[in-house]
């Protein structure tokens, strides 16, 4: 029987399917998992300051579907098991039975809802295939974070270790492998890559200049996507080319003993957050840093942004994202971009761990306005963006890709196809990389790049090679 089939018995027979994908899980429990599920919800709740919240939830009716009109998964599959608040409500409906008396009672003398194995399975398969991008928490009239939900369903599961493998084992390299980082790129690699990047830099701009590393008393400690030292080295140069343009290279140093932005702690588990977030500000004051400056990547800068505030206790440091400070570069005039070089229709991805808040949507427009001749929007856009499709950390598991191409990226994709552009701007690691898969799956003539690739073509320096004789000398290169 084919899988289309089978989807449409189960829909005829009053079932609502799902779709299955299969996720790695390394050293799976098979025994106890109801009682031992429990036994975590209980500590969580118990140690933390979900239960409120939880309460507050269960009293508001999350039934009412409204949210599926928001859902970028549900709009692709149509199936009612990806309507936020159905997934929301499995995790509600667990807390309602077994942690509130008035569930408690029910349970005792009028029976009701149990959870059972065939329940926790079908968490796993729900909670992971939602991009925790919390669209449908603008559109909930009662103001449930169904993201929020999701997160601490896959927090409890956790526990228990049920999770993705290749989520796992990113977070162990970081928190106790010998590179700390979770792409293991070890320290004399971060330290040829800086050496590569400087020659780049003086072969493409004319510029000779050192990396700063483990420089002392710097207001800027900058960490990025330690993935960015790999796959997106001209992010890197963009960055470098704006310190270096506005004066302020000696004003910033990149750490040898935490280099890594990310944190995939934000998306599965509190308690892997946390010791994240402490062991990126111990490289802070190790050294003697004020600021943390974070790359364009947008979880990265969430993570830190949101949460060194709550777990950083008396550190006190500001966090500023790099779209930020080259903003302020631009409008106070030190730095400038030439308006006649980027000639290609752009368009913005918005990263929803940035922009959903409405922390990070105005800044990068601004920049690229005042530079960029033809500027086009996806609609819709800013806070109220939809997710590239591989938020929530899935970009990571491979195991799903085709459910990231055909269902998770699939409303993006055609977003992107509605604008006609060229080069699309996606300053996130994790949306570079969905957004160049998605590109590639639906065979899109876009390029996609981050906003710092773009500012490196454009960017003037004084005494360095004009922006238009570096375009002319990329043009050779490409012939």
Known sequence: MSEKTEMANATLAGRSPIR???????????????ERFLEAFAAVLKYTDYKPLLDSYCTSNAKCNRCAVTCPVFLATGDP?????????????????????????????AGGFELTEAVIDEMLSLFYRCTACRRCTMECPMGVDHGLVTRLGRYVLSLIGIVPKALQVSVREQLEGETRNTSKVPKVALLDTLSFLSDELDDLMGVSLEFPVDQMDREYVFFCAVSDY???????????????????????????????????GLFYSDWHLENIIKQLLAEV???????????????????AHDFVPVFGGSHGHSVINFMEYTLDCLEKGKITLDPNIITERVTYHDPCNIARSGWIVEQPRAILKSFVRDFVEMEPHGHNNYCCGGGGGLVSVDEIHDYRMEIGGKVKAEQ??????DICIAPCANCKKQLKELVEHYDLPCQVMGLHDLILKAIVIEGAKIPQERKEEAALLEM
């Open 20 to 34: 299955s994908y299969p996720y790695y899980i390394e050293n799976p429990e098979t025994e106890h998992r109801v």
């Open 81 to 109: 098991k990806d309507i936020p608040c159905y997934r929301s409500n499995l995790l509600l409906d667990i807390y309602k039975r077994y942690f509130t008396i008035g569930g408690w009672l029910k349970a005792k003398f």
């Open 230 to 264: 790999l796959m997106e080295p001209e992010t890197l140069m963009g960055n470098a080319a704006v310190l270096y343009a506005a004066g302020d290279w000696d004003k910033w140093t990149i750490g040898t003993g935490n280099y890594d932005g990310i944190n995939y």
């Open 285 to 303: 004051d190790r050294l003697r840093g004020n600021t943390i400056l974070i790359g364009e990547c947008g979880h990265a800068s969430r993570s």
């Open 416 to 421: 992107l196809r509605r604008t006609g552009a």
